[in-house]
């Protein structure tokens, strides 16, 4: 089965399309799909503890919700060691699932079977 990675550079300033980004990992991981989120930008927030918090609209699943189903589903994450240093983000403060990595490690996951979404 294919591997799934999911690009995320958005944070709660767009909760919708950050629930769109968890709803495609979630379902890549709870299918068995072998599943990372690449965290961008102001997106490298949601990985850190107890951060994203809300519901994006009516009817939609709250984003804590959402990260606790894809880490029970063995989702991880790679954040952007860039962005971790210009947001001044402490890297001691990330979820368990989370680490913090750059491209390099992200082509080093990616083969050639990898399916990608960018959000």
Known sequence: ???????????????????????????????GRETLMFLTKEAVRLAVACFARGVACDGCPPLLDLMDRYAAANGRYIVCGVCVKSKGVDPGSLIGNAEVAGTVQLWEWVDDH??????
């Not at 629930?19 to 990992?25: D, K, P, Q, W, Y």
């Not at 990898?114 to 959000?119: G, H, Y």
Request: hydrophobic share 55%; proline share 3%; charged share 15%.
């Open 1 to 31: 089965m294919p591997k799934a990675a999911i690009s995320l550079t958005t944070g709660l300033e767009d909760a919708e399309k950050v629930t769109v980004a968890f709803l495609m990992a979630v379902g890549a991981a709870e299918s």
């Open 114 to 119: 990898t399916v990608t979404f960018s959000f």
